[in-house]
């Protein structure tokens, strides 16, 4: 008889709608196909085939982008917005500071 093993932690599996993918990617590449579908026909009368099909492949890649990858359980935006919040919005050097609730209490503030 076959082996199947069965996952202890469930948190982990997700639900899948349609053709194996998730909610999340099926809105992720459907909106990436409602805009790279007709940007394509578009561009194709304007371009030859192969730039128009890779101007299409770069307009699809942020969408695939937000529907698959994944770290830390992390969808892509959080991961970006956490990156950029460590990069450029906290600062670097961040000052030890401490509040003082003895001083506080006794009426003597430093």
């Known amino acids: 008889m076959a082996y199947v ?5 469930l948190n982990a599996v997700k639900t899948k709608a349609m053709f194996n993918l998730t909610k999340r990617q ?7 196909a409602v805009i790279a579908i007709p940007l394509f026909f578009l561009l194709k009368s ?9 101007v299409m492949i770069l307009v699809m890649v942020p969408f ?10 992390q969808p892509f935006e959080k991961v ?13 050097q961040r000052p030890y500071m401490t509040n003082n609730y003895y001083a506080f209490s006794k009426g003597r503030i430093s």
């Open 5 to 9: 093993p069965v996952p202890k932690d």
């Open 26 to 32: 099926l809105i992720c590449f459907g909106s990436g």
């Open 46 to 54: 304007f371009l030859n085939v192969s730039a128009a099909a890779i």
């Open 64 to 73: 695939v982008l937000l529907g698959m990858y994944e770290k830390n359980g």
């Open 80 to 92: 970006v917005k956490n990156m950029a919040e460590v990069l450029f919005i906290k600062p670097k």
